[in-house]
């Protein structure tokens, strides 16, 4: 008999996480302490087969909660970020995880219960011309369907990314790039870039090249103290490193780059308009990917791409630069929810974008703010 069991300290969750495939960050201890102090309630589940002597875990979800007050009355709304973990995907696990997280809903009142497995569904290699679809993923999103799960109009991960696979030498590493970037990498070299660790004396430096960046190109962030946990934590824990690019003692760009169960994942990047000639993104992920396989990660996640590469597409760009490093192109099964009350959900989805869209002009003002001009940043 498959049977969940709650995990309340730290040590037994990590290794139960780490026993698993797919194991991300954001299932990690420490991503729900730190989300706990934004509102969330982090609950963590391990599904186990009584029958196994061992009790290897079958599957590991950390749930986090947040409560909702309409009116009188009080409501949640639940996320498995990136979750949950499962060991293999044959139906009897999968009936009881998504029964048992089915019945937390009800139980807790919950609007909506979100779950983000890092499923593949579709995928290619950087050479490739057509995807591969994965069997897999098909056969999840038909048994999420049929127990009533639908997609998510609310992604808040990435669906699609690209991943490089850290186990060959670094020599194979860079002849499987595409040749501009291996050129950039020794570019950055030559034009006397230098990328150092960061710690946690340079959170607040961080922050201030990430809101000029934000500033710059156009995207919300959240407040300092918000990177300064989220960075921090982990970085404290030695789960996380910063590396910062520098031209002539200034710096120019930086990365923040989670390693956690043999994956590591690039997940904040930051830069200036000054000397972006020098390419210094380019060293900045090649320094990264070097200690990565130092820290005994297999996979190298460049977390965000485009779920149908096209040139339209506002993430082309972005995707171009990470295919460059030769990755393989993976979109996932994607978000998906599950609503006891269809109306309550429905009601849902309706406002939340309305609070979201207020969300974002407060903290676009926020942005302006907080954005230093690039030229103190680099030391002018």
Known sequence: MIRAMPVTSAQPWDAAVRSLPAANFMQAWEWGEFKARYGWRPARWVWVNEADPARSPLAAAQVLERSLGL?????????????????????????????????????????????????????????????????????????????GWRPSPEQVQFRSTVVLDLVPAEDALLAAMKQKARYNIRLAARKGVSVRHGTPADLPLLYRMYAATAHRDGFII??????????????????????????????????????????????????????????????????????????????????????????????WGVYNFKQGFGGRFVRHLGAWDFAPNRALYSAYAL??????????????????????????????
Request: charged share 25%; with cysteine; hydrophobic share 45%.
């Open 222 to 315: 959240r407040e300092e103290a918000y990177y300064d946990a989220a960075w921090g934590i982990f970085m404290r824990a030695g789960l996380a490193q910063a590396f910062i690019a520098e031209s002539q003692g200034h710096p120019i760009a930086a990365i923040i780059v989670f390693a956690y169960a043999r994956r590591a994942c690039y997940v904040y990047g930051m830069s200036l308009d000054t000397d972006r000639e020098k390419m210094p993104n380019h060293l900045l992920q090649w320094e990264a990917m070097r200690w990565a396989r130092a820290q005994g990660c297999t996979s190298y996640d460049l977390w965000g791409a485009p779920d149908m590469p096209n040139p339209q597409d506002p993430l």
């Open 351 to 380: 406002i939340l974008p309305r609070v979201l869209g207020l969300m974002r002009l407060a903290a676009r003002g926020r942005i302006r703010r907080m954005a230093m001009s690039e030229d103190s940043l680099a030391g002018g």
């Open 71 to 147: 009116g009188p009355l009080t409501f949640s709304v639940a996320y498995v970020p990136k979750g949950p973990l499962l060991r293999s995907l044959d139906e009897p696990s999968l009936e009881r995880v998504l029964a048992d997280l089915e019945a937390q809903a009800r139980i807790r009142r919950a609007i909506q219960v979100k779950i983000d497995p890092d499923i593949p569904q579709a995928s290619r290699d950087a050479e490739e011309t057509l995807e591969r679809t994965h069997a897999e993923g098909a056969q999840f999103a038909a048994l999420l369907a049929r127990r």
